[in-house]
């Protein structure tokens, strides 16, 4: 069992930046592969990035290419979203996922436990 706490949402302006940060419970983080996903209102939830069990491996989906970062530390049972150069539609309820996987996953349904969530809202 593992339990996902999201931190670091918040209002920020467009451009702005921020770090999102999922502690997970347990001493197997090392054994999950780990993602973010968002959900806008009245949208779908949809895939953000993922990460491989040791880092190797990272998969970060296109509408935030270039902009969104994924990472983690075993050590500290931590997975990070940083966001730059935020925009409007990227407001949304972000979620962390763990699965039990080696590898990077960009579906929801393959992901064995997921977060509350944290709002992130980008004002224009």
């Known amino acids: 069992q593992v339990q996902l706490v999201e931190s670091g949402g918040g209002l920020v302006q467009a451009g702005g930046s921020l770090r999102l940060s999922c502690a997970a419970s347990?001493?197997?983080?090392?054994?999950?592969?780990m993602g973010w996903f968002r959900q806008a209102p009245g949208k779908e939830r949809e895939f953000v990035a993922s990460?491989?069990?040791?880092?190797?491996?990272?998969y970060v989906a296109n509408s935030v290419n270039e902009r969104f970062t994924i990472s983690r530390d075993n050590t500290k049972n931590t997975v990070y979203l940083q966001m730059n150069s935020l925009k409007p539609e990227d407001t949304a309820v972000y979620y962390c996922?763990?699965?039990?996987?080696?590898?990077?996953?960009?579906?929801?349904?393959?992901?064995?436990?997921w977060g509350q969530g944290t709002q992130v809202t980008v004002s224009s």
């Open positions: 996922a763990a699965a039990r996987a080696v590898g990077v996953i960009s579906v929801s349904i393959g992901y064995d436990y």
């Open positions: 347990g001493r197997t983080f090392s054994s999950y592969a």
């Open positions: 990460i491989s069990r040791s880092s190797g491996n990272t």
